[in-house]
């Protein structure tokens, strides 16, 4: 009996750095295969990418496939998307230290994990409240204490703590929120999908000018799960 139980935590003793490893291998290569290949060339993104436990925040069904090059479902009909979308994303802002970001559809919370390693503050919100709840267990059990999060309608931003030096949409809206635009900060950057629900949608780049005048160009075509209301 006692043997038995020894040698029971032998194998979690061993078991559990072997298991670490094997997910850290698997987040270094898909660094190099999906992200750096495809032309991300930031540093801080390319580190973040590899820090991040992406096996942490997805459901248990899915830990296997965490590392691969595709969209996953995290339940609700949601998704958490593709590896290389997120750091295209992350690029797209041009995060630095000591930059404040709201996220937009927090879902898994692997964005807004991604956007922690890098920035001061981040700020995320998801309309489905199981899902919210879930991300910021998850959350809170990886450390993330620089991440505040709320469920409420993404639409309306988070004036309390407006403005941000950039946002992130992750859910496809048919057009740009305006209270987004007025929580920019001038010189600020947002990253969002735009377009028809259950179509090829346009990855837009909206700059926030000074005097706040607002530029958008199209960066990539993309498909993102609807942008809904509550
Ligand atoms: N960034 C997420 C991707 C989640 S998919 C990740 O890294 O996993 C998009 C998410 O946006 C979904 O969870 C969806 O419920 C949420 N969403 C859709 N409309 C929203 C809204 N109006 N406000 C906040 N979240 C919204």
Do not use: C
């Amino acid at each position: 009996m006692r043997l038995g139980f020894s040698i029971l935590w032998i194998l979690i003793y061993f078991l559990i750095p072997v298991y670490a490893q094997q997910n850290e291998e698997s987040r270094n290569h898909m660094v190099e295969r999906q992200i750096k290949a495809r032309g991300i060339e930031d540093k801080a993104v390319l580190s973040a990418m590899r820090n991040v436990q992406r096996h942490q925040l997805v459901p248990k069904d899915q830990v296997r496939n965490a590392y691969e090059d595709r969209p996953l479902p995290i339940g609700h009909g949601q998704t958490i998307s593709q590896p290389y979308i997120v750091a295209f994303m992350t690029e797209v802002i041009q995060p630095e230290p000591n930059m404040k970001i709201l996220e937009i559809g927090t879902g898994s919370g692997y964005q807004a994990a991604v956007l922690a390693e890098i920035v001061d503050e981040v700020y995320t919100i998801e309309i489905v409240e199981p899902l919210g709840k879930t991300a910021r267990r998850n959350l809170n059990n990886l450390g993330y204490s620089n991440i505040t999060s709320k469920i409420a309608d993404g639409f309306y931003g988070w004036e309390e703590h407006a403005p941000f030096d950039a946002i992130i949409v992750t859910a496809a809206s048919e057009y740009i929120p305006p209270p987004l635009i007025e929580q920019l900060k001038d010189g600020g950057r947002m990253v969002i999908p735009v377009g028809a629900p259950f179509t090829t949608q346009h990855l837009m780049l909206v700059e926030k000018r000074k005097g706040g005048k607002w530029k958008t160009r199209n960066l990539l075509p993309v498909r993102f799960v609807p942008f809904t209301r509550n």
